[in-house]
């Protein structure tokens, strides 16, 4: 079954951290490029982080240096590992293909909210 499920998100402090994970079916995951997507209150859905099949992986210049993408091809599994949290990190974030051609439906996201 096709799928797509986030987790991890919360409520954190700003300068705290958060490890998402994404589930992916094999179908959508083996073999392809991978991202993670945000959609903050009144913007956008925006590219956090990009990882190829084989480890290459990429930033939005907001987040570099403080997130770091990663997969585990034998789990379909995508992590996003976040850490010095800022507010305006605060975003409903999702996973999916890294090719906007290759995006059959969206999951349900997890919310990530960053606040004192």
């Known amino acids: 079954q096709v799928q797509l499920v986030e987790s991890g998100g919360g409520l954190v402090q700003p300068g705290g951290s958060l490890r998402l994970s994404c589930a992916a079916s094999?179908?959508?995951?083996?073999?392809?490029?991978m991202a993670w997507y945000r959609q903050a209150p009144g913007k956008q859905r925006e590219l956090v982080a990009r990882?190829?099949?084989?480890?290459?992986?990429n930033y939005a210049d907001s987040v570099k240096g403080r997130f770091t993408i990663s997969r585990d091809n034998a789990k379909n599994t995508m992590y996003l590992q976040m850490n010095s949290l800022k507010p305006e990190d605060t975003a409903v974030y999702y996973c999916n293909r890294a090719l906007p051609s290759r995006w059959g439906f969206w999951g349900q996201g997890t919310q990530v909210t960053v606040s004192s």
């Open positions: 094999g179908s959508i995951f083996s073999g392809n490029a």
């Open positions: 990882i190829t099949n084989y480890g290459s992986t």
